[in-house]
């Protein structure tokens, strides 16, 4: 780029860009996130007026009333397996530091004493993590090697991300704002704690530890339990054994697409639904258990 430059900030994805200077209104499109702004590098007062150039499109919006070009991101912090989040700092209690956004390698937001946070990004694939220290390229280096970093899909989908922390790192699974099939496992859930077959499995006499354990695959979700007296290869081999129910055999199917961690985000809103039944508790890694006192209220 030749003569004098400048840099400014794409209010998008926060990434520099360097921009021509002295040279008047500026139609500015930022290669990394499409996003489209005008920008005042100083117009020098012997240049002949031009046009003014086009508006950028609205937030969400592409040209021509397409499909939108922006979506939003919700952040909701779950849990940590530390207890109280509360430290010490001169003389004063305070609240953890702020959980860095990081996305694609930059920060553009912060969450902030684990309150919801709402990021807006483009419509293309994106990668995600989070975390309370270092520079965000260390973070997005070190959530990649460890994968807890996270994918989400291009498309104009909506998400909601959950934010689970153990120690300094944080673990995020990602699930669609609206979800049909989510919504039908919920239902089908809600049939099967209003009966007593999950509570005659956890009674077995040969469930050893009158727990049952959820899990969700891609084709089926399967319900397992330690065994007193494994008979058989495979019970012997493995120590449990499960029941498995095909998604299609509820009438349901899985989007075709699906952001990270999103089998663990099913397993995580079940779960919550299991334990605001009458009968039954369970946490949220999925272990179910009978409820041996009932809700005063």
């Not at 909701?76 to 530390?82: G, K, N, P, Q, R």
């Not at 909506?158 to 239902?187: H, M, S, W």
């Not at 089926?220 to 029941?243: C, I, K, M, N, R």
Request: hydrophobic fraction near 35%; include cysteine.
């Amino acid at each position: 780029m030749e003569g004098p430059t400048e840099l400014v900030i794409c209010k998008g994805c926060g990434v520099k860009l360097r921009v021509p200077s002295k040279q008047g209104m500026l139609a500015v499109t930022c290669p990394r996130c499409a996003h489209q702004f005008v920008y005042n590098s100083g117009p020098p007062q012997e240049r002949c007026p031009a046009a003014p150039p086009a508006p950028p499109p609205s937030p969400g919006h592409a040209e021509g009333g397409g499909a939108p070009s922006r979506r939003r991101l919700r952040l909701h912090y779950l849990s940590e397996d530390t207890g109280v989040t509360l430290r010490r700092m001169g003389g004063f209690l305070a609240k953890s530091a702020p959980l860095k956004i990081i996305v694609d390698g930059y920060q553009i937001a912060e969450m902030i004493n684990h309150q919801d946070t709402d990021i807006t990004v483009s419509t293309g694939a994106h990668t995600i993590c989070m975390a309370s220290l270092g520079s965000p390229a260390a973070i997005a280096r070190s959530a990649a090697a460890s994968g807890t970093a996270i994918q989400i899909p291009a498309g104009p989908e909506e998400y909601l991300i959950l934010v689970q922390k153990e120690g300094n790192t944080c673990y995020l699974r990602a699930g669609f704002q609206r979800d049909p099939f989510l919504e039908g496992l919920q239902n089908h859930f809600r049939r099967l704690c209003a009966g007593q077959g999950v509570i005659e499995r956890l009674r077995m006499p040969q469930n050893r530890n009158r727990s049952l354990y959820l899990c969700f695959r891609p084709e089926y979700f399967s319900l397992s339990w330690d065994l007193v007296s494994p008979q058989g290869f495979q019970q012997w081999a493995t120590g449990t054994d499960e029941e498995r129910t095909a998604y299609a055999s509820l009438g349901l199917q899985p989007p075709s697409i699906q952001p990270g961690g999103y089998w663990d985000y099913l397993r995580i809103k079940i779960s919550a639904l299991i334990d605001a039944s009458e009968l039954l508790q369970c946490s949220q890694s999925g272990v179910i258990t009978e409820r041996r006192l009932r809700r005063l209220f």
